[in-house]
Structures are given as structure tokens and as C-alpha cells.
């Protein structure tokens, strides 16, 4: 169902912006680079978690210049809400893991269960390595596990409703060109 569009300008207009686009394109930058070191002679499976991670995987995938495979998985957890549920998967892994290194890149890490389960999915498939690259990890203390992080973050972020890269407010605004925070949320 659509939004009233008026309320979604509206909600833009208003929002805070955290990171600009330029903050956002050199985290991707540093993310490249420690991934590469990492990754660049292990010819892994990367896949990007729909929705969210379609902007900061395509953005990711142009600066990463060694060979991979490249799919997607979707799975949703929050379903257009301002609160997660329990997880949907829509779409799994085409591809054999079996022995496989497997990159999940996703845009947010919040409470980290959408990683944790896609994680333990790909170990149960017989991934040999599971590694996480998010551009936004949200600093709280309700993650799945005390401590959660991705293997490569791009930039911490309050504990506030984030939209952009990606991310949405209510199905909106997955495409702003930077990091914003919901009005008084
Ligand atoms: O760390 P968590 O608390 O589990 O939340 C993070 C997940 O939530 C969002 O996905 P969402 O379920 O909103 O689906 P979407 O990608 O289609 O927006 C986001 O893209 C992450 O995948
Ligand atoms: O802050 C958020 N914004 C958008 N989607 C999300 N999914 C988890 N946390 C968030």
C-alpha cells in the first residue's frame, strides 16, 4: 500500500541528516579496502540481503576488483514496520556453499538477528567461512549477542530510525543519497 506522499516529503524535510553522501562513499571506500585484504584470494560467494542491501552491495561490489561470485538472498524482518518481527525468508542461496567463503553484505546491523539467522543458514549449507559487511552498525545494548559485530562495518550509528542507502522509511526512501534519522524517533 502507498503512503500519503505529502508524509513522505514531509518526513524527509524533517529528518536529521547523519552522514552525508561524500561520509557514506569514504566509508565504502575503507570497507573496500579491508575486504580486499581479506578476501581478494578466496574466491568467495557475495551476496547482498534484499532489500536493504541492494544500494551499499552494488556500491560495494564496483570498488572490490578480484574475483567472486555475486548472488542475493532475501529475508525480512522488519516488513515496512519501525519494528522487527520474527524473520521472512523470501529467496535463499542458488549456489552450493558447500566449502565455500561467503560474504553477507547488508546495510544495517540493528539487532543483528536478520545476520545472525542468514549466518547460521549459510553454515547449515556447509559454508566453510561466513563472513558480514554492513554499512551501518545501530549502537544499543539489545543485540542478538552481547557485543554483535559485522566483519567490516562502514560507520556506527545511533540508536535512532535511520533511512537511505538502502535503508527505508515504510518502504520509502531506500534511494536518499545519505544517512537520515527519523523527526523525534
Ligand atoms: O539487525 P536487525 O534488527 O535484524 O535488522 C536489520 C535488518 O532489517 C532490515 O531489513 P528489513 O527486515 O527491514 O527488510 P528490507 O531489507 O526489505 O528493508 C535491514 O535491511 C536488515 O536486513
Ligand atoms: O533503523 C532502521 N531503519 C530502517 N530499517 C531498519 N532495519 C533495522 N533497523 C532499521
Redesign the pocket.
Known amino acids: 500500500m502507498s503512503l500519503d506522499l505529502d508524509h513522505v516529503r514531509q518526513v524527509m524535510d524533517e529528518a536529521d541528516c547523519l552522514y552525508t553522501q561524500q561520509q557514506v562513499e569514504a566509508a565504502m571506500d575503507q570497507m573496500a579496502e579491508a575486504i580486499t585484504e581479506k578476501l581478494k584470494d578466496s574466491n568467495p560467494i557475495v551476496y547482498s ?5 541492494l544500494i551499499i552491495a552494488g556500491q560495494l561490489l564496483t570498488r572490490l576488483n578480484f574475483p567472486m561470485e555475486v548472488g542475493y538472498l532475501h ?5 515496512n514496520k519501525l519494528s ?1 518481527s520474527e524473520l521472512f525468508w523470501k529467496a535463499r542461496a542458488e549456489h552450493s556453499l558447500v566449502g565455500r567463503t561467503v560474504l553477507i553484505i ?10 545472525a539467522a542468514i549466518m547460521e543458514y549459510c553454515r547449515d549449507a556447509g559454508a566453510a567461512q561466513v563472513l558480514t559487511a554492513v554499512l551501518l552498525d545501530k549502537t544499543h545494548d539489545r543485540k542478538a549477542f552481547p557485543g554483535m559485530r559485522a566483519d567490516f562495518t562502514g560507520l556506527d550509528v545511533v540508536d535512532r530510525y535511520v533511512f537511505g542507502y ?3 522509511y515504510k518502504g520509502y526512501w531506500r534511494n536518499a543519497a545519505g544517512i537520515y534519522a527519523l523527526k523525534d524517533f
Do not use: K, P, Q, S
Open positions: 540481503v534484499m532489500n536493504g542491501g529475508a525480512t524482518r522488519y516488513r522487527g547488508d546495510d544495517i546491523l540493528d539487532e543483528g538477528h536478520t545476520l538502502g535503508l527505508d
